[in-house]
């Protein structure tokens, strides 16, 4: 944790900044995958922040798209279900439009009513009583985990803790094998990644394939639990639930990829990211490391920090006048949350990492209203615990380098951060 290491060296980031702030407003295209694989975006959000809050794109590799940049307008778009919708049939969540054969609802890509009855059906995993007891399993095995590092030698934190913990804690919840837990891990990357060559996968085709078999495995284990009588895992939850049981195969599977990268991608890279940043806020670390009852407030300053998923999508319903901006019914409509985080109108110095924040959780990392993470309290006691645990063991986990990171403007996240743990 000690130690400081740069984001992008000074000519790289002055390049970045140039370009943003000097190509017209009608080229950007914020979405690129490539600005979040370098970590470069930053300039471009601050520049649509001031000059273009509602912004047009009109060509990208995702088609034509709005962005919404603005903490509080974002907050207004959430909230706004009758103009904005999260439905699959239209396009989804995010800015890559699923292709129409391959559409699956999940609660999360479905509008009210039936929006809220399927998320009633998992709600009871994340009751206090429930999260009380999956917190001692939760400690059990990030002690393990953290027992097992390496010392004195570089390793890749993502896959030995980040990943291992997370996908754990998804085999708890589904009540998975746990020989076959990294299934998950790669169920989860797969339903995520951008088709192509240098992808996890080549061609669109070869994703859905990957996902048929996510549905086959997790469609055995269906057929087991509905036989059972009612056990407190998540699959169970949804075999027994009157708004569930009777899931068509599309929606089932659309649920699974909800529950799955909603529980993986999101903690697994804030646990990444709460690494990186203590590595460029050594003040921070230092403060951390001398009082660990900040652990409280560092957690969700971090999860603002790292936002782990970049954006939310809606599609409109009708035309609308926004903010002055005419949108059309059937456009593409994206919520950057990485934007929002960094709102100086609303947050205070918000590019600076601070975790003793006074509101540190005004952020949007998990969305706002009916749509909001159903398992933000889950996310924010695993994090605390891993890092209570860490905080028992080390006080110099240094950043050997430069994370390598995800080619997605969905996924905000860390392939590998090369870490060591002094012997």
Not at 69 to 81: A, G, Q, S
Not at 126 to 133: I, S
Not at 270 to 285: E, F, K, N, V
Request: hydrophobic share 40%; charged share 30%.
């Amino acid at each position: 944790m000690h130690g400081t290491i740069e984001r992008l060296d000074d000519s790289a980031l002055a390049s970045a900044r140039d370009r943003a702030w000097s190509i017209p407003l009608d080229e950007f295209d914020p979405g690129d995958p490539e600005l979040f694989r370098t970590d470069s975006f930053w300039p471009y959000f601050d520049r649509l922040r001031k000059e273009a809050p509602v912004h047009y794109c009109r060509d990208s590799v995702f088609g034509p798209y709005w962005s919404v940049t603005r903490y509080n307008d974002i907050m207004d778009i959430e909230t706004n279900h009758a103009v904005f919708s999260s439905a699959a049939s239209l396009g989804g969540i995010t800015i890559r439009d699923t292709p129409p054969d391959f559409r699956r609802e999940s609660f999360i890509a479905m509008d009210q009513p039936r929006h809220s009855a399927q998320r009633k059906t998992v709600a009871p995993m994340f009751t206090p009583t429930h999260l009380d007891q999956l917190a001692i399993n939760i400690r059990k095995r990030s002690a393990e985990c953290l027992d097992n590092l390496p010392k004195g030698e570089v390793f890749d934190w993502v896959d030995k803790v980040s990943i291992e913990l997370t996908t754990q804690m998804l085999a708890v919840l589904f009540d998975f094998p746990w020989e076959d837990r990294r299934k998950l891990t790669r169920w989860s990357d797969i339903a995520t990644t951008l088709p192509g060559p240098d992808g996890l996968v080549a061609t669109e085709d070869a994703r859905q394939a990957e996902l048929m078999e996510c549905a086959a495995y997790f469609k055995r284990l269906w057929d087991e639990r509905i036989n059972e009588a009612p056990k407190s895992d998540l699959l169970s939850m949804m075999a027994h639930a009157e708004a569930t049981r009777d899931m068509d195969p599309r929606n089932f599977l659309g649920n699974l990829v909800l529950l799955i990268v909603g529980g993986n991608d999101t903690t697994r890279n804030t646990l990444s990211g709460s690494i990186y940043a203590l590595s460029r806020h050594p003040d921070q670390c230092r403060k951390l490391l001398e009082n660990p009852g900040l652990i409280d407030s560092f957690v969700p300053e971090v999860i603002r920090w790292q936002t782990p998923l970049a954006h939310m999508r809606r599609t409109a319903l009708e035309d609308i006048e926004f903010r002055g901006r005419q949108i059309r019914k059937g456009d593409k409509v994206v919520m950057w949350y990485v934007s929002g985080n960094r709102d100086d109108e609303v947050i205070d110095h918000p590019y600076d990492f601070i975790i003793d924040r006074a509101r540190p959780r005004t952020h949007l990392s998990f969305g706002f209203g009916i749509h909001r993470c159903v398992g933000i309290r889950l996310a924010e006691l695993q994090l605390k615990i891993i890092w209570e645990e860490i905080l028992k063991r080390f006080d110099n986990i240094e950043v050997a380098g430069e994370p390598k990171r995800v080619y997605s403007s969905f996924v905000k996240g860390y392939e590998t951060l090369p870490v060591r743990i002094a012997g």
